[in-house]
């Protein structure tokens, strides 16, 4: 948990794979330590649990579906599927956890992990803000955006995300006396104070959730529950006087950004990812557009008034579900979530009594490596279900599920919310911790290998971005890095861009569009189909690019003259047939109406 997200080190093409291998090893470690303590007929029973899984295993189908009847690549695919099967196994035994009365204990390691995550990625941003010359870029990352805490993972919306994790951590474990209560208090505020350094909106609306837990959860302390309460003044209060000692000291302060056009602007073009989301889902109402092709999708279709960015999922969990998986099976999706999380609340509610019982007050200071008595346990489960309502939300406005090192530890807090306490499950805990060989050891043990192995097969297309002393050509390590088992489309992406004539690659173009269209990918398309006589797909293929207007493609259209430009954009279908002596394809409007399905 603490691991992941402080690694600043990265090798191209992607700047969070170190961080997300580390995340499904680490996360494999964890739960192959906690598979040995439940028995080996453990499993999940609840209702929420039942329909948290059904979704995920849903999920995991369609992942695969895509590439049997969507034309999505297999590498892509297969990485989808994985990540997901390690969710369903961290829910799993979160929930079995839960059942055999062992999931206070792991809640609390968690919670350490959380607080030292916290800690660390404290430091780094403030190193970054108040120290911007310090960062070398190999153990603190340089900063994403001046004058913000961005972390070592790069986003400040992640960061964000990570310190309100790390919030509820201190202060369950200062209820729970693992730490002195005061602590957890002084803690909470330096989190709150690098969260309004990150100036995520997300870290904003984190206040209003950590405000909510003070209000409802009645067995917290009555200084916890004001200090909850009062969240959202403390983060009013920091902002205020971060903005004071930026302006005295005339340094930048991002956050004052976020109030002005420009900071606007980043919602104007979020809102417009939404709509065309809508669009997209009332096009492909029935079946989507295929797991996991959204950039695929969306970047081929029209959309004049598309956000400039190249945007690879719609930043919004229910859409993005509505436009990959169809409306129907996106409906099925949503509610099982949906019901599991209802579920989640009402084990939350219950945490901390029995049927009929009155809730508590007392906290005990219990050792680390043992459960609290019955009569005085701090509901845990309630704090688990705050860090899944925030990952929940930020999921409205983002992606962060996407990471492994933020699906990991949600799927294993959400796991610990749906189950609880049996007495048959805790007996069989109990009576069988000799015997090892159990299904959730072996999942674990997979899921640490799978993670070693998909480490290795990175690192075949690194030596194509970051070629050692004495490599082998570029050809030679390109046809290396295309037998990649997980990352394939990498190697495919080098060979379409870096030929001077990439119509000689076409088969490249088989899987590098998938996993992200970028400008200099769209270049390379369009001429690589005009070269092999689909001149008016390369047109189409251009008009799209000419949507985003990107710098990048100031060179590819300079030979439109403004003029030529304006009347090719008009030209009618027989116009165009007798233009391209006069102008180049991508000065012309295509000839045909095309399909995002036409390119696959």
């Not at 956890?97 to 390691?109: I, M, P, Q």
């Not at 790069?154 to 474990?173: E, Y």
């Not at 209003?208 to 309460?229: E, H, K, P, Y």
């Not at 090192?405 to 949600?410: G, I, N, S, T, V």
Request: aromatic share 12%; with cysteine.
């Amino acid at each position: 948990m603490a691991f992941p997200p402080l690694i600043a080190f990265n090798l191209s093409p992607s700047a969070t794979f170190f961080n997300q291998a580390a995340a499904f090893v680490g996360w494999g470690g964890f739960l192959l330590v906690l598979g040995t303590g439940l028995g080996p007929q453990a499993r999940p029973r609840s209702p929420g649990s039942t329909a948290l899984l059904g979704a995920i295993a849903i999920l995991i189908l369609a992942a695969l579906g895509a590439s049997l009847w969507q034309g999505a690549p297999w590498p892509l695919s297969l990485s989808s599927a994985g990540t997901l099967l390690s969710a369903l196994l961290t829910v799993a035994v979160g929930a079995c956890l839960s059942r055999a009365d062992l999931g206070e204990r792991a809640f609390k390691a968690f919670c350490i992990a959380l607080v030292v995550a916290g800690i660390a990625s404290s430091v780094i941003g403030l190193i970054e803000v108040f120290a911007p010359n310090l960062p070398d870029g190999d153990w603190v990352a340089l900063a994403a955006i001046p004058g913000r805490a961005t972390g070592n993972l790069r986003q400040p919306n992640h960061l964000s995300s990570l310190l309100l994790w790390s919030v509820v951590a201190a202060i369950w474990l200062g209820e729970a006396r693992v730490i002195y209560r005061e602590i957890g208090w002084m803690l909470a505020l330096l989190f709150i104070e690098v969260i309004v350094l990150s100036a995520s909106r997300t870290g904003l609306l984190g206040m209003v959730a950590l405000m909510g837990w003070g209000l409802f959860d009645r067995r917290l302390s009555r200084g916890t529950r004001i200090l909850l309460l009062c969240s959202p003044l403390a983060y009013l209060a920091l902002w205020e006087a971060t903005a004071l000692w930026a302006h005295h000291t005339h340094q930048a302060f991002g956050g004052e950004e976020r109030l002005s056009g420009s900071g606007l602007y980043v919602s104007y073009s979020r809102y417009k990812i939404w709509w065309n989301s809508l669009a997209m889902i009332a096009q492909h109402p029935w079946l989507g557009v295929g797991f996991g092709e959204f950039n695929f999708a969306w970047t081929l279709t029209p959309f004049p008034d598309r956000p400039v960015a190249f945007f690879d999922h719609a930043h919004n969990l229910m859409l993005q579900f509505g436009v990959e998986l169809g409306v129907p099976l996106a409906l099925v999706v949503l509610g099982l979530m949906g019901y599991a999380l209802w579920q989640a609340w009402r084990c939350a509610v219950a945490d901390g009594r029995e049927p009929g019982a009155r809730y508590t007050r007392l906290f005990a200071k219990v050792p680390l490596g043992e459960a609290a008595p019955a009569d005085q346990r701090l509901p845990m489960q309630r704090a688990a279900f705050v860090m899944v309502f925030m990952v929940g939300v930020h999921s409205l406005l983002e992606y962060p599920l996407w990471y492994s090192y933020f699906l990991l530890p949600a799927a294993f807090a959400f796991g610990l919310c749906l189950e609880r306490p049996d007495a048959r499950d805790t007996q069989l805990a109990s009576a069988d911790r000799g015997e090892l060989t159990r299904p959730f050891v072996l999942a674990s043990m997979a899921l640490i290998l799978g993670g070693t192995l998909a480490l290795y097969d990175y690192m075949r297309v690194v030596l194509i971005f970051a070629p050692p002393a004495n490599a082998a050509s570029l050809e030679k390590r390109i046809a290396d890095g295309r037998r990649s088992v997980l990352f394939a489309h990498h190697a495919d992406y080098a060979a379409a861009t870096v030929v001077e004539h990439p119509g000689t690659v076409m088969k490249a173009f088989q899987r590098a569009p998938h996993f992200l269209i970028d400008a200099r990918l769209m270049i390379a398309w369009a001429r690589a189909l005009d070269e092999n006589g689909e001149t008016d797909k390369a047109r189409y293929v251009a008009a799209r690019l000419k949507e985003f207007h990107n710098e990048q493609a100031d060179e590819f259209f300079a030979p439109c003259s403004a003029d030529d430009a304006a009347s090719g954009a008009a030209t009618t279908a027989s116009a165009a047939a007798s233009a391209p002596a006069r102008l180049p394809f991508q000065c012309l409007a295509p000839q045909h109406k095309y399909t995002f399905k036409d390119f696959r």
